[in-house]
């Protein structure tokens, strides 16, 4: 069983479209990242949200944190064919009493944006 | 700043013989990652150094793995004997904070093929 579950695992639309990508578990957490990977390149990190309801938005590009720090969405808007990548999401694992943790991730969306 | 850098870049290689995949992080950067891309497991944790010092090597496959990290400014990661099953991307990845609100920075990572 995934600790994160990330849906759907592929999205094929056209330039111009809206996606939501959606990133879930039954765990909550203290923080969750987004990051996205192009072709034969490693991951890039592209927003962290900390607190519950918390919605950052980056260009076209929209990140919500659910209210029970459980879950996430990604939507972006107006698609255009750079966008094109798989999209993780990734957790921190805290061990007891520590302040370390290690990236967990999901397995990740790959979307395919046509021109 | 250059970033995380890997070499090399691509390896192919026949069963049996030792590979040795290097990292050098970003300066300033205090822990360093190990992770492990194929399609059907997605991104693995292999190993975190902290302050050159492993900290959590729970995810390394088998005995034929170690990493080591002399010092602050490089590390590596040897398998020894390969096997086709250890055919990946390969993945470094540096952060001044281990997971939490900091997120890691990635290399361009190793494709590794042992055939």
């Known amino acids: 069983t995934q600790l994160l579950e990330q849906s759907p695992q592929f999205l094929s639309i056209q330039e111009g479209e809206n996606l939501t990508v959606y990133c879930n578990s039954s765990?909550?957490?203290?923080?969750l990242q987004w990051y996205r990977q192009e072709p034969g390149e490693g991951p890039v990190l592209l927003v962290t949200?900390?607190?519950?309801?918390e919605v950052k938005k980056l260009k076209r590009l929209t990140f919500q944190f659910g209210d029970a720090r459980k879950d996430s969405s990604l939507h972006i808007t107006a698609a255009q064919p750079g966008d094109t990548g798989l999209y993780l999401c990734?957790?921190?694992?805290?061990?007891?009493?520590?302040?370390?943790?290690?990236?967990?991730f999901g397995q990740g969306t790959i979307l395919t944006v046509h021109p | 700043d250059a970033g995380v850098i890997q070499s090399p870049r691509h390896e192919v290689t026949e069963m049996g013989q030792e590979v040795t995949l290097r990292c050098k992080p970003i300066s300033g950067h205090d822990y360093l990652f190990w992770y492990r891309q194929t399609m059907m497991r997605g991104l693995e944790l292999l190993i975190y150094?902290?302050?050159?010092?492993?900290?959590?090597d729970s995810g390394m496959p088998e005995d034929r793995f170690s990493a080591k990290m002399p010092n602050a400014s490089f590390s590596t990661l040897k398998i020894q004997p390969s096997e086709p099953r250890d055919s990946a991307v390969y993945f470094c990845a540096s952060s001044f904070r281990a997971g939490g609100n900091y997120g890691y920075t990635f290399g361009s990572g190793t494709r590794l093929t042992v055939v």
């Open positions: 990734a957790v921190p694992l805290h061990a007891g009493g520590t302040s370390y943790g290690k990236l967990t």
């Open positions: 765990s909550v957490f203290s923080s």
């Open positions: 949200v900390v607190t519950g309801g």
């Open positions: 150094f902290n302050n050159n010092v492993p900290i959590d």
